[in-house]
T-cell receptor, first 116, second 113 residues
Framework: AQKITQTQPGMFVQEKEAVTLDCTYDTSDQSYGLFWYKQPSSGEMIFLIYQGSYDEQNATEGRYSLNFQKARKSANLVISASQLGDSAMYFCAMRGMKTSYDKVIFGPGTSLSVIP | NAGVTQTPKFQVLKTGQSMTLQCAQDMNHNSMYWYRQDPGMGLRLIYYSASEGTTDKGEVPNGYNVSRLNKREFSLRLESAAPSQTSVYFC????????????FGDGTRLSIL
């Protein structure tokens, strides 16, 4: 069975500082994809970054990067130079590509607050 | 561009009533999903459809049914609503490729009294 764990219900970070949001996962699939989404207070889901299980390099998208450690089954999101607009809920998600083809599950999320 | 459209946006039901939530996407996506979002629990997968004509149970399917009417539309039905089904419901779709993210609708806020 697939499972996503995000152990930080809430995080605070000072503006312009970097922050790491944790995500660990469990799956029996050898091939899978990992996604991070942002949900501001307005409620929409915004895609941030993707990491494939066979990607050798950590994914980066602007101020977002993934610290992917496959053996430890972790895919932590790093946000550099935090901005006030980064205050939101952040969700880690996993897509199965073999036995659970195209099933996408989410973790419980981390609420990030950026302090001026 | 419409993307993923959910109707209605808000609904109040009485316990025992039935209701169908509608979802349509105009991006020619193969895969469609229904989630519920409750405080502190993230998005939990109810049902999904990896292609037209197929549906599969997610993490919390009890009390729900779905229909993949065609490639564009994926509906979620509550046959006999219960207060525990009070939640925000999101529909999502994605293309048939590993690295393609999901596109989400605006959500339906459902209250069951």
């Amino acid at each position: 069975a697939q499972k996503i764990t995000q152990t930080q219900p809430g995080m605070f970070v000072q503006e312009k500082e970097a922050v790491t949001l944790d995500c660990t996962y469990d799956t029996s699939d050898q091939s899978y994809g990992l996604f991070w989404y942002k949900q501001p207070s307005s409620g929409e889901m915004i895609f941030l970054i993707y990491q494939g299980s066979y990607d050798e390099q950590n994914a980066t998208e602007g101020r977002y990067s993934l610290n992917f450690q496959k053996a430890r089954k972790s895919a932590n999101l790093v946000i550099s130079a935090s901005q006030l607009g980064d205050s939101a809920m952040y969700f880690c998600a996993m897509r199965g590509m073999k036995t659970s083809y195209d099933k996408v599950i989410f973790g419980p999320g981390t609420s990030l607050s950026v302090i001026p | 561009n419409a993307g993923v459209t959910q109707t209605p946006k808000f609904q109040v039901l009485k316990t025992g009533q039935s209701m169908t939530l509608q979802c349509a996407q105009d991006m020619n996506h193969n895969s469609m999903y229904w989630y519920r979002q409750d405080p502190g629990m993230g998005l939990r997968l109810i049902y999904y459809s990896a292609s037209e004509g197929t549906t599969d149970k997610g993490e919390v399917p009890n009390g729900y049914n779905v229909s993949r009417l065609n490639k564009r539309e994926f509906s979620l039905r509550l046959e006999s609503a219960a207060p525990s089904q009070t939640s925000v419901y999101f529909c999502a779709s994605s293309a048939y490729r590993d690295n393609q993210p999901q596109h989400f609708g605006d959500g339906t806020r459902l209250s069951i009294l």
